[in-house]
Protein backbone atom coordinates (compact mmCIF):
# COMPACT_ATOMS: atom_id res chain seq x y z
CA UNK A 1 0.00 0.00 0.00
CA UNK A 2 2.97 2.37 0.79
CA UNK A 3 4.22 2.27 -2.44
CA UNK A 4 1.40 4.35 -4.02
CA UNK A 5 1.81 8.03 -3.40
CA UNK A 6 -1.90 9.99 -2.74
CA UNK A 7 -2.81 12.08 -5.15
CA UNK A 8 -4.91 14.85 -4.73
CA UNK A 9 -8.03 16.04 -6.22
CA UNK A 10 -8.25 18.90 -9.38
CA UNK A 11 -10.26 20.90 -7.27
CA UNK A 12 -10.74 21.52 -3.10
CA UNK A 13 -13.99 20.61 -2.16
CA UNK A 14 -15.82 20.56 1.20
CA UNK A 15 -15.11 17.07 2.71
CA UNK A 16 -12.53 15.88 1.01
CA UNK A 17 -11.04 12.66 2.31
CA UNK A 18 -7.64 13.47 1.58
CA UNK A 19 -6.20 12.96 4.83
CA UNK A 20 -8.51 10.20 5.96
CA UNK A 21 -6.85 7.95 2.86
CA UNK A 22 -5.02 5.92 4.90
CA UNK A 23 -8.00 5.21 7.21
CA UNK A 24 -10.22 4.35 4.31
CA UNK A 25 -6.64 2.09 2.92
CA UNK A 26 -6.58 0.26 6.17
CA UNK A 27 -10.11 -0.80 6.61
CA UNK A 28 -10.71 -1.90 3.13
CA UNK A 29 -11.52 -5.31 2.13
CA UNK A 30 -8.61 -7.66 1.46
CA UNK A 31 -10.13 -8.56 -2.18
CA UNK A 32 -12.00 -6.47 -4.11
CA UNK A 33 -11.40 -5.74 -8.05
CA UNK A 34 -13.82 -2.10 -8.54
CA UNK A 35 -14.30 0.42 -5.81
CA UNK A 36 -17.83 2.35 -6.04
CA UNK A 37 -17.61 6.36 -4.79
CA UNK A 38 -21.35 7.03 -3.75
CA UNK A 39 -20.45 10.46 -2.83
CA UNK A 40 -17.45 11.18 -5.13
CA UNK A 41 -17.58 15.20 -4.05
CA UNK A 42 -13.87 16.14 -5.31
CA UNK A 43 -12.38 11.92 -6.75
CA UNK A 44 -10.00 12.33 -4.04
CA UNK A 45 -10.82 8.75 -3.34
CA UNK A 46 -11.69 7.62 -6.78
CA UNK A 47 -8.72 8.78 -7.66
CA UNK A 48 -6.66 7.27 -5.52
CA UNK A 49 -8.45 3.98 -5.94
CA UNK A 50 -8.06 4.39 -10.08
CA UNK A 51 -4.04 5.01 -9.37
CA UNK A 52 -3.73 1.84 -7.79
CA UNK A 53 -5.60 -0.33 -10.52
CA UNK A 54 -9.02 -0.69 -9.71
CA UNK A 55 -12.26 -0.42 -11.48
CA UNK A 56 -13.99 3.05 -10.73
CA UNK A 57 -17.68 3.81 -10.60
CA UNK A 58 -18.00 7.72 -9.59
CA UNK A 59 -21.23 8.93 -8.63
CA UNK A 60 -22.44 12.20 -7.21
CA UNK A 61 -25.61 14.51 -7.65
CA UNK A 62 -23.66 17.85 -7.92
CA UNK A 63 -23.72 18.44 -11.69
CA UNK A 64 -20.29 20.87 -11.86
CA UNK A 65 -18.55 17.67 -10.39
CA UNK A 66 -19.75 15.45 -12.71
CA UNK A 67 -18.99 17.66 -15.67
CA UNK A 68 -15.85 17.64 -14.15
CA UNK A 69 -14.86 14.18 -14.19
CA UNK A 70 -16.95 13.96 -17.28
CA UNK A 71 -14.87 16.71 -18.93
CA UNK A 72 -11.09 14.89 -17.46
CA UNK A 73 -12.16 12.21 -19.44
CA UNK A 74 -12.11 13.62 -22.73
CA UNK A 75 -8.04 14.89 -23.25
CA UNK A 76 -9.31 17.65 -25.74
CA UNK A 77 -11.81 18.74 -23.89
CA UNK A 78 -9.73 18.59 -20.39
CA UNK A 79 -6.96 21.03 -22.59
CA UNK A 80 -9.65 23.11 -23.90
CA UNK A 81 -10.61 23.53 -19.81
CA UNK A 82 -7.33 24.06 -18.34
CA UNK A 83 -6.48 27.15 -21.54
CA UNK A 84 -9.78 28.61 -20.32
CA UNK A 85 -8.67 28.54 -16.65
CA UNK A 86 -5.13 29.93 -17.13
CA UNK A 87 -6.57 32.62 -19.08
CA UNK A 88 -8.84 34.05 -16.46
CA UNK A 89 -7.18 36.70 -14.25
CA UNK A 90 -8.89 36.86 -11.09
CA UNK A 91 -9.51 40.84 -10.34
CA UNK A 92 -12.54 42.51 -8.47
CA UNK A 93 -14.38 42.57 -12.24
CA UNK A 94 -13.50 38.80 -12.77
CA UNK A 95 -15.02 38.22 -9.76
CA UNK A 96 -18.18 39.96 -10.46
CA UNK A 97 -18.68 38.27 -13.83
CA UNK A 98 -18.43 34.70 -12.22
CA UNK A 99 -20.62 34.96 -9.91
CA UNK A 100 -22.91 36.56 -11.60
CA UNK A 101 -22.71 33.16 -13.97
CA UNK A 102 -21.15 35.04 -17.26
CA UNK A 103 -18.43 32.23 -17.24
CA UNK A 104 -19.33 28.42 -17.38
CA UNK A 105 -19.96 26.14 -14.44
CA UNK A 106 -16.95 24.02 -14.46
CA UNK A 107 -15.09 27.81 -14.10
CA UNK A 108 -16.90 28.75 -11.41
CA UNK A 109 -16.63 25.86 -9.59
CA UNK A 110 -12.75 26.07 -9.73
CA UNK A 111 -12.84 30.08 -8.92
CA UNK A 112 -14.83 28.87 -5.82
CA UNK A 113 -12.93 25.64 -4.29
CA UNK A 114 -9.63 28.36 -4.70
CA UNK A 115 -11.28 30.63 -2.40
CA UNK A 116 -10.21 32.89 -5.02
CA UNK A 117 -9.81 36.94 -4.09
CA UNK A 118 -10.40 35.05 -0.37
CA UNK A 119 -14.37 34.82 -0.75
CA UNK A 120 -16.44 34.62 2.09
CA UNK A 121 -19.37 32.46 1.40
CA UNK A 122 -22.95 34.08 1.79
CA UNK A 123 -26.54 32.96 1.23
CA UNK A 124 -28.08 35.36 -0.81
CA UNK A 125 -32.23 35.18 -1.61
CA UNK A 126 -33.97 32.16 -2.90
CA UNK A 127 -30.76 30.37 -1.12
CA UNK A 128 -28.11 30.57 -4.02
CA UNK A 129 -24.31 29.85 -2.51
CA UNK A 130 -22.25 32.91 -3.51
CA UNK A 131 -18.93 34.02 -2.80
CA UNK A 132 -18.70 37.61 -1.28
CA UNK A 133 -14.81 38.68 -1.35
CA UNK A 134 -13.21 40.80 1.90
CA UNK A 135 -13.27 44.52 1.75
CA UNK A 136 -9.65 45.28 1.61
CA UNK A 137 -8.43 41.95 -0.22
CA UNK A 138 -5.72 42.50 -2.92
CA UNK A 139 -4.35 38.95 -2.68
CA UNK A 140 -5.51 37.49 -6.30
CA UNK A 141 -4.81 33.76 -6.92
CA UNK A 142 -4.99 31.86 -9.85
CA UNK A 143 -8.39 30.21 -10.65
CA UNK A 144 -6.07 26.86 -11.80
CA UNK A 145 -2.64 26.75 -9.75
CA UNK A 146 0.56 26.95 -11.86
CA UNK A 147 1.14 23.40 -10.56
CA UNK A 148 -2.34 21.85 -11.50
CA UNK A 149 -2.28 20.39 -14.66
CA UNK A 150 -5.89 19.02 -15.20
CA UNK A 151 -4.67 16.63 -18.23
CA UNK A 152 -2.73 14.77 -15.66
CA UNK A 153 -5.69 13.35 -14.73
CA UNK A 154 -7.11 12.08 -17.57
CA UNK A 155 -4.96 9.00 -17.64
CA UNK A 156 -6.98 7.82 -14.33
CA UNK A 157 -10.14 8.73 -15.28
CA UNK A 158 -10.94 7.77 -18.64
CA UNK A 159 -12.10 4.69 -17.84
CA UNK A 160 -14.20 5.72 -15.10
CA UNK A 161 -17.98 4.95 -14.79
CA UNK A 162 -19.67 8.14 -13.96
CA UNK A 163 -22.91 8.88 -13.48
CA UNK A 164 -25.29 11.12 -11.15
Not at 80 to 85: A, D, Q, S, T
Not at 134 to 146: H, N, R, V
Request: charged content about 30%.
Amino acid sequence: MNKYKRLRAPITYKGGKYKELPKIFENEPDTFDTFVDVFGGAGVCALNYGNRGFNVHYNDLYEPLFLLFNTLQNKTKCEELEKRLRNIKASPEIHQDLTDGKFGILERLFYISRGTLECEPHLKTGSKFTPRFKAGTTDYKDILPPSVCLCNYYDNVKNWKIEK
